[in-house]
C-alpha cells in the first residue's frame, strides 16, 4: 500500500522483457530484498539490491496493462516505498494496482504553476470527479475537472519539480489508478443486497 507521495526520481539503468534496474537513493534506505516499491505507480517486488540500484521483475500481464514495457535506459521514474502504518497518509490510499492508462493530451504553464490533461478510456470516467483523487504514474494528484474521457489537474511547482511529470511530453502514455473508494460506492450501489447507499443519497450529500 503506498500514499502517492513520491520519495524521489529514479534513472532507468536497464530493462528487459523481465526486469528493471532502476538507480535511485533515498528508496534504498531500509530496504531489503522483498519489500515492494512503487514503481510509476506500479508494485514491484525488489529482488535484487546493489550500490545505489535495486532490480524487480516484470510480469507479462504488468508489461501488457501498464506503461513499463514502453521505458527505456535513461528514462526516469517516480518511486515510492510501501507505506509504513505509522507514517502520515500525506496524500491518499494507492495500491499500486493498475487500472489504466491515459495519454498527457495538454500541458499549460500558469504563473508558475502548471495545467495537465490526460485522456483515457470513457469507461472510467464513473470514477472520477471534481476535486476527487487519482494516482497518476504513482502521483497522488487532486482532480480540477473530469469530463468523459480526460482529466486536468493543477499542479504546484514543488511537484512539477520534484518528480518525473516534468520530463513528459505531450503524447506521452502514463499509468492510471482511480481513488479505491470510488470502487467500493460501486460495488456496493451494484450489489443485489437493499443497501441504503443509492445515487440519490449521494446526490444529496453532495458525494456525486
Known amino acids: 500500500m503506498f500514499t502517492g507521495i513520491i520519495e524521489e526520481a529514479g534513472i532507468i539503468q536497464s530493462i528487459t522483457g523481465n526486469n528493471i534496474v532502476v538507480k535511485c537513493s533515498t528508496v534504498l534506505e531500509d ?7 512503487a514503481v510509476n505507480g506500479v508494485c514491484l517486488t525488489v529482488t535484487k539490491l546493489e550500490q545505489g540500484c535495486f532490480t524487480a521483475d516484470i510480469s507479462p500481464e504488468t508489461s501488457k496493462v501498464t506503461t513499463l514495457s514502453e521505458l527505456r535506459a535513461g528514462d526516469y521514474v517516480n518511486l515510492e516505498r510501501a507505506l509504513k502504518l505509522s507514517d502520515r497518509l500525506g496524500g491518499h490510499i494507492v495500491s499500486g494496482h493498475i487500472d489504466t492508462t491515459g495519454k498527457l493530451a495538454a500541458l499549460k504553464k500558469i504563473n508558475g504553476f502548471f495545467e495537465l490533461t490526460f485522456n483515457f478510456n470513457k469507461q472510467y470516467r464513473k470514477y472520477t470527479a471534481n476535486k476527487g483523487s487519482i494516482a497518476l504514474n504513482g ?37 492510471i489508478e482511480f481513488d479505491i473508494l470510488a470502487k467500493y460506492v460501486e460495488k456496493n450501489l451494484l450489489s443485489t ?16
Open 31 to 37: 530496504t531489503k530484498c522483498g519489500d515492494s516499491i
Open 139 to 175: 502521483i497522488s494528484l487532486t482532480i480540477a475537472q473530469s469530463g468523459d474521457d480526460f482529466v486536468t489537474i493543477a499542479i504546484i511547482p514543488h511537484t512539477y519539480d520534484m518528480t518525473a511529470l516534468k520530463h513528459l511530453k505531450i503524447g506521452d502514455n502514463v499509468n
Open 193 to 208: 443486497d437493499n443497501s441504503s447507499i443509492t445515487v440519490n443519497f449521494l446526490e444529496r450529500n453532495g458525494f456525486v
